[in-house]
């Protein structure tokens, strides 16, 4: 099956710095989501991306398909940026891969 | 919209109690899944379905049933609850049309099995 990893695993950063985070996938995708689950454990939808560029305000995601990565951008970071991102893959199923994680710690 | 609605948020079992965790959603979704997080992980699929009727497994669904009579419910049962079943459980629903398919997912159910 899809195998996805994340990186880093863990970020610290202080509030008003931007962040590059990362999503390797190991086959071709029809699915690609962002999630950030904040510190009560909700999962937020950030992006469905399985290809190209969107933006949301602060945010950014970046899909290269043919590459089998992905990127999210977070600029002048806040401290209720704080918690774990997911990237999740979907392969030609209906079953989202999900990676482990990136812990993101903002100070403030 | 609600959303994807799940019951109850917390729930303590004893080791052999069974319980049913609900899920529902009010977006007219057609597709609808079960995943569990463990702690520092992400998410892995126990079930899904398609449509009212049908149910397919997922990544880990052994010691779970999933029943889904209705487009809006698809509730999780646990039978003989395990020690190892002890997770968050999360709902999640989509509309599959096309290529579009999008989860959207629920607050989710923390379940300690002791």
């Known amino acids: 099956g899809i195998q996805v990893e994340q990186s880093p695993p863990d970020l610290i950063l202080q509030e008003g710095a931007n962040s590059t985070l990362r999503c390797n996938f190991s086959?071709?995708?029809?699915?690609l989501q962002w999630f950030h689950q904040n510190p009560w454990g909700q999962l937020i939808n950030l992006f469905y991306i399985p290809s190209g560029t969107k933006q949301n305000g602060r945010l950014s995601a970046t899909t290269v398909a043919t590459e089998r990565y992905s990127l999210l951008y977070i600029s002048s970071s806040q401290t209720t940026d704080s918690g774990v991102y997911f990237c999740a893959v979907g392969g030609g199923s209906e079953k989202l891969v999900f990676g482990k994680g990136t812990k993101l710690t903002v100070n403030p | 919209n609600a959303g994807v609605t799940q019951t109850p948020k917390f729930r303590i079992l004893k080791i052999g109690q069974s319980m049913t965790l609900q899920c529902t959603q009010d977006?007219?979704?057609?597709?609808m899944y079960w995943y569990r997080q463990d702690p520092g992980m992400g998410l892995k699929l126990i079930y899904y379905?398609?449509?009212?009727?049908?149910?397919d497994k997922g990544e880990v669904p052994n010691g779970y049933n999933v029943s889904r009579s209705t487009t809006e419910d698809f509730p999780l049962r646990l039978e003989l609850a395990a020690p190892s079943q002890t997770s968050v459980y999360f709902c999640?629903?989509?509309?599959?049309?096309?290529?579009?398919?999008?989860?959207?997912f629920g607050p989710g159910t923390r379940l300690t099995v002791l």
């Open positions: 086959d071709s995708v029809n699915n």
């Open positions: 999640a629903s989509s509309y599959r049309g096309s290529s579009y398919n999008e989860q959207f």
């Open positions: 379905s398609v449509g009212a009727g049908i149910t």
């Open positions: 977006m007219n979704h057609n597709y």
